[in-house]
T-cell receptor
Framework: DSGVTQTPKHLITATGQRVTLRCSPR?????VYWYQQSLDQGLQFLIQ???????AKGNILERFSAQQFPDLHSELNLSSLELGDSALYFC?????????????FGQGTRLTVV | DAKTTQPNSMESNEEEPVHLPCNHS???????IHWYRQLPSQGPEYVIH???SNVNNRMASLAIAEDRKSSTLILHRATLRDAAVYYC??????????FGKGTRLHILP
């Protein structure tokens, strides 16, 4: 158990809908990362937050947004969902920012868009 | 982002050491070398990281070439539970963790 909790574990929704994925980082971890993993794309970095502020942005679509709250949990909002958004979404946390630290991943949320 | 090159797949026998290579010829002086692995149906798992010196932990060892253009992840005694995709990643100050395709490691009983 990495200590990172993602909810829900599974989500099935229809095209055009909006969903929110939640990530609770390990206690005290300031940095949160979001990833999308689909069969044909591998693990794609979406966005990173550090202590409530956006720190790095990857291949995140405009239909997607995220935030990190004062209690350090994070939410990833996906809107106007398309079939191609079906994927595993992972959240990771690390104690601090920077390259000299490890990240701990949750078990993911499996999103199916029908 | 500096790139890494890994073999697509490797096989090893159970209870034998495994050496997973990674080339990173464009590495910069401030890039850290990280290894993660992803077991089937699980999230990625941190394995080890280092900057210049070789590193050991309870999971593995990381051997870094003197010129830092390559590194090797060493699993000292592979078990069936080590079958996974192993990712070699360079991280620098921009703090992203960018995954490539990794090496799929098969362990033969």
């Amino acid at each position: 158990d990495s200590g990172v909790t993602q909810t829900p574990k599974h989500l099935i929704t229809a095209t055009g809908q909006r969903v929110t994925l939640r990530c609770s980082p390990r206690s005290g971890d300031l940095s949160v990362y979001w990833y999308q993993q689909s069969l044909d794309q591998g693990l794609q970095f979406l966005i990173q937050y550090y202590n409530g502020e956006e720190r790095a942005k990857g291949n995140i679509l405009e239909r997607f947004s995220a935030q990190q709250f004062p209690d350090l949990h994070s939410e990833l909002n996906l809107s106007s969902l398309e079939l191609g958004d079906s994927a595993l979404y992972f959240c990771a946390s690390s104690p601090r920012g920077g390259p000299n630290t490890e990240a701990f991943f949750g078990q993911g949320t499996r999103l199916t868009v029908v | 982002d500096a790139k890494t090159t890994q073999p697509n797949s490797m096989e090893s026998n159970e209870e034998e050491p495994v050496h997973l290579p990674c080339n990173h010829s464009t590495i910069s002086g401030t890039d850290y070398i990280h290894w993660y692995r992803q077991l089937p149906s699980q999230g990625p798992e941190y394995v080890i990281h280092g900057l210049t010196s070789n590193v050991n932990n309870r999971m593995a060892s990381l051997a870094i070439a003197e010129d830092r253009k390559s590194s090797t992840l060493i699993l000292h005694r592979a078990t069936l539970r080590d079958a996974a995709v192993y990712y070699c990643i360079l991280r620098n100050r921009d703090d992203k963790i960018i995954f490539g395709k990794g090496t799929r490691l098969h362990i033969l009983p």
